[in-house]
């Protein structure tokens, strides 16, 4: 019976999945944004940091949450319709890996919860690393899911780790070229 309906759950499940990526990684944006707007000098700072919690506010609780919450549910409907996936080692490295997106997602609500109380723990540098875990996370789900079995796990933590190097070295020519603009 659960078979038939496979289809729309997986349609949705990429949806909401594309949706909850979307609030993680422009909420870390905004996170630096809010964090950089606390250089600032009076009203201005004021203004800037009221408006990005109205902003981080929305977002989580508008989007990202539900999103992540409907990720769950579709993923749980698609398991229901084929359970002999849960039998699979890709199917446990990447519930392992959402297992570490759920973290990665808690970690921004408590950060988001810290801005409002004043509390900038982190640095905007950090934040942009921290931005790219969930890429890494994101490049490690969608080549397990579309790869599953054939994919050869040497070559597999090659290509994770050349992508998370990638994305390092990115980040400090992003960071030189706009210390070198200001």
């Known amino acids: 019976m659960w078979l038939e309906y496979y289809p729309t759950f997986k349609a949705l499940h990429i949806i909401f999945v594309v949706s909850w990526f979307a609030g ?4 870390v944006r ?8 606390q250089t600032r000098e009076g009203e ?3 203004i800037l940091s009221d408006q990005f919690e109205i902003m981080e506010k929305r977002l989580w609780w508008i989007i990202t949450t539900p999103a992540m919450i409907l990720t769950i549910v579709t993923a749980t409907l698609m398991l229901i319709s084929v359970p002999a996936w849960l039998e699979q080692g890709w199917m446990h490295i990447k519930l392992s890996f959402v297992f570490i997106l759920l973290i990665y997602h808690f970690v921004c609500q408590k ?15 950090g934040l ?4 790219e875990v969930a890429t890494l996370v994101l490049v490690a789900i969608a080549f397990l ?14 290509g994770f780790f050349a992508v998370a190097i990638g994305l390092m070295i990115a ?9 070198k603009s200001q």
Do not use: C, P
Request: proline share 0%; net charge positive; no cysteine.
């Open 24 to 27: 993680l990684f422009y909420i």
């Open 171 to 179: 980040i400090k020519m992003y960071k030189r070229s706009r210390s």
């Open 128 to 131: 942009r690393i921290w931005n």
């Open 30 to 37: 905004l996170f630096i944004y809010h964090t950089e707007a």
């Open 44 to 46: 201005a700072k004021k």
């Open 145 to 158: 899911v579309t790869m599953r079995g054939s994919l050869n796990w040497i070559k597999g933590t090659v």
């Open 111 to 125: 950060i988001m919860m810290d801005m409002k109380k004043g509390q900038f723990k982190w640095k905007s540098n």
